[in-house]
């Protein structure tokens, strides 16, 4: 799977972060930045909750 | 589902995620699918974000999955001995029978004494409310935003970025005083000030000031404060806080008071606080529910804890009373006000002491937290997006303030 961020609509809620730190991290520039952009299968529960709970529906996912 | 917006479709979703397969019906006043409100006060009223950008994007129950949306449609009451919901819509009054049942109707705003006889005022909840406003304000006019609190803080700062004249008028002394406490109302009035709000604090309304008649009606022409001055607008915004959607509950004997009233777990209690039916659920803006990390009842409107307890409520439902588990979040909002961005994680109250954790007031870049004797009950990040997990980890975990913790 693809974690991808629409930087267009993010506003660096850090919402992702609190649920996947090890994928998603907001630093002290202010910005987001995708830690793994090819997670494995593993994290899939976590990035898919971080997709749901993004309040800007920045985040999503694609396959391959 | 009744209540079809973001709580409603999380709880949808959640119940699919979790195995159902059975129908569900999501039950919605508006006649839109599920969408998200927090832009309606920011980008969608700015004009930098359209309709789309409203959509849940998320896996969002759709055709094909089961999920019948009756949009456009009230829910007026509620039989729980029958399982049966009440309903007005499109087709007329009906009955929607259920095993189980997610309340999730939210808020609707507060108004005040005269609103509805002039034209120009304005409350925003919905998208048609907000498209409402959204015109009004292309026509250029001046603004009064009754209300320092969220909504009318990120509208005041939506419509200076507009380049409207705007006016602030609130009756306590700062803003957002009862919610974030008066130190942080003195910083975000500075916000106001800065960016060429006017502010009017500490002082109630009146009503309002009739201007020329528009057809059968009056448009608005100001609003006549407690000390008989009068701000000059021709739109009024009025944001003076949301009330829970329970009307429809009246009868059903289940426990209301500001909000329907539940257990840990997000089940609903009856009427004199006894286990309710075991059966019902409530979610969002209208729960009202046992939250033991803080140990107290509390109600929250805002985006993260609808999603996050309408999961909750959906999978103890599936499990039932039995096997619930409690939902204990930390809670999380945020607000967007000119170019400061606000996270808060936690509960405070007054009486709680405010330390500066990280950062400088003065700059507007910081972390402040709450502490209850030794406890962090809640942190606000004040443009300050890389720090807030951590805080909330630190209110999650109980954890005792320190001054050498980071």
């Given at each position: ?13 850090a919402v992702?972060m609190?649920?996947?730190p ?34 800007t ?8 | 589902?009744?209540?079809a ?44 974000w ?46 929607v ?8 109707t ?60 705007v ?5 306590l002394?700062?803003?957002?005083a ?43 022409a ?41 257990d ?20 969002g803006?209208v ?13 929250v ?64 870049r ?38 050498d913790?980071?």
């Amino acid at each position: 799977m693809r974690v991808v961020v629409d930087f267009d609509r993010c506003q660096s809620n850090a919402v992702c972060m609190g649920i996947a730190p090890d994928i998603f991290e907001v630093r002290d520039d202010g910005f987001l930045y995708i830690l793994q952009e090819n997670p494995p299968e593993s994290s899939r529960s976590k990035v898919d909750e971080a997709v749901r709970s993004c309040p800007t529906q920045a985040i999503s996912v694609e396959e391959g | 589902m009744v209540g079809a917006s973001l709580a409603g479709a999380r709880a949808a979703e959640a119940l699919r995620r979790e195995g159902f397969d059975g129908p569900i019906t999501l039950i919605g006043a508006e006649p839109h699918l599920p969408y998200t409100r927090p832009p309606l006060s920011k980008q969608y009223l700015e004009g930098t974000w359209g309709r789309d950008r409203l959509e849940l994007k998320a896996p969002a129950p759709g055709p094909g999955t089961g999920v019948d949306f009756r949009l456009g449609t009230r829910a007026v009451g509620l039989d729980v001995a029958r399982r049966r919901v009440r309903v007005s819509g499109p087709d007329g009054a009906g009955e929607v029978g259920f095993d189980g049942l997610v309340v999730a109707t939210g808020c609707h705003p507060r108004t005040f004494p005269g609103a509805g006889d002039l034209d120009g005022v304005f409350t925003l909840r919905t998208v048609d409310d907000c498209d409402r406003l959204k015109a009004a304000l292309d026509g250029g006019p001046r603004v009064a935003v009754i209300g320092a609190g969220f909504i009318g803080s990120e509208v005041a700062g939506t419509c200076r970025k507009r380049g409207l004249d705007v006016t602030v008028i609130e009756a306590l002394p700062v803003p957002l005083a009862g919610a974030l406490g008066e130190g942080m109302g003195h910083v975000l009035a500075g916000v106001h000030r800065d960016h060429g709000t006017g502010l009017r604090l500490g002082v109630g309304v009146e009503g309002f000031v009739p201007g020329p008649r528009a057809g059968d009606r009056h448009r608005v022409a100001g609003v006549r404060l407690a000390d008989e001055s009068v701000v000059e607008a021709d739109v009024v915004v009025v944001g003076v806080g949301v009330v829970p959607t329970t009307g429809w509950l009246d009868g059903s004997g289940l426990a209301v008071d500001n909000g329907l009233v539940c257990d840990a777990a997000c089940f609903v209690r009856a009427e004199g606080g006894g286990p309710g039916p075991g059966f019902v659920v409530a979610a969002g803006d209208v729960a009202r529910w046992h939250n033991p990390l803080f140990g107290e009842d509390m109600r929250v409107e805002h985006w993260t804890n609808a999603v996050e307890q309408a999961e909750a409520a959906a999978r103890n439902l599936l499990r039932g009373p039995g096997r619930a588990e409690p939902f204990a979040p930390p809670t999380y909002f945020w607000s967007d006000q000119y170019d400061v961005k606000i996270q808060y994680v936690g509960r405070a109250r007054p009486g709680d002491r405010m330390v500066l954790a990280e950062g400088s007031i003065d700059e507007r870049r910081f972390v402040a937290v709450y502490v209850r004797g030794e406890r962090v009950v809640a942190a606000l990040a004040l443009n300050r997006p890389a720090r807030i997990v951590a805080w909330q980890q630190r209110v999650a975990s109980r954890s005792s303030w320190n001054p050498d913790l980071d």
